[in-house]
């Protein structure tokens, strides 16, 4: 039986002398396990489009639920990435991310967008590369099922507290207590960017704007909050801040 889908590749493996086993974020499908034939020789029809990190439509044959690539026609991609190692990287640790809140026959679409959008925006230079990542770290928790509640203290009500609990994704006030927990600062500026981001229309997810400290703060807070509620690091973001460092 032949299907078509549309993905994003998050994942290769090499395999015997010439295949690959491509790890697919498909709308339809979630994750997909593929394997790409004589993909790695030089005269391989399929090689562009079963890059990592590129869209592609994929015709696939199954067989006793395996799926082998019989075509593939790349859509998008993204050769800004290709040029620029900081932002490949970046995109690189989106990807992973994608691929550790997604599972097998379980269609995430909105994951998928965000993650093509964000890979947009960094080509488009939207808005800084920083808050590109802050903004999809965020987005993605809440699409992972860890939406913060952002809407004031959790132990007072006051609508603009001081302290993020990133293990509870609770606001607080410094003076109240509101159990144990590892609590950032948080200005009024990067809160209110806390609450666009989580709560904004997808299309205008990467068009704010935020200046100053609050940068930083809200850097610090989406990271935090997105390792700490995966609880897991990412070997992507290691690379990249590795870069940046350099």
Do not use: W
Request: charged share 25%; proline share 4%.
């Amino acid at each position: 039986m032949f299907l078509k889908t549309d993905g994003l590749v998050v994942r290769q493996v090499n395999y015997k002398d010439n295949d690959q086993i491509l790890t697919v974020l498909t709308k339809e499908h979630g994750l997909m396990t593929l394997k790409a034939r004589g993909v790695r020789s030089r005269s391989s029809r399929l090689k562009g489009a079963c890059q990592l990190l590129a869209y592609s439509e994929f015709t696939v044959f199954e067989n006793r639920g395996f799926h082998t690539i019989d075509e593939a026609n790349a859509i998008q991609m993204f050769p800004e990435l290709r040029t620029d190692i900081e932002l490949l990287s970046l995109a690189s640790y989106f990807t992973q991310v994608a691929e550790v809140l997604s599972q097998e026959d379980m269609p995430n679409p909105e994951l998928l967008s965000l993650t093509l959008n964000a890979f947009y925006a960094l080509c488009r230079r939207l808005c800084m590369p920083e808050l590109v990542k802050a903004a999809f770290e965020l987005r993605a928790a809440c699409l992972g099922g860890y939406t913060p509640e952002l809407s004031g203290c959790a132990v007072c009500g006051n609508p603009e507290p001081d302290r993020f609990d990133v293990r509870g994704g609770i606001l607080c006030c410094a003076s109240c207590s509101a159990g144990e927990g590892l609590r950032l600062p948080v200005s009024p500026g990067s809160l209110a960017a806390m609450r666009y981001l989580v709560s904004c229309d997808a299309k205008r997810l990467f068009s704010f704007r935020l200046e100053g400290r609050a940068v930083k703060e809200l850097c610090d807070l989406a990271e935090t909050y997105l390792q700490t509620q995966l609880e897991r690091g990412f070997y992507t973001l290691d690379f990249y801040k590795s870069l940046l460092m350099s």
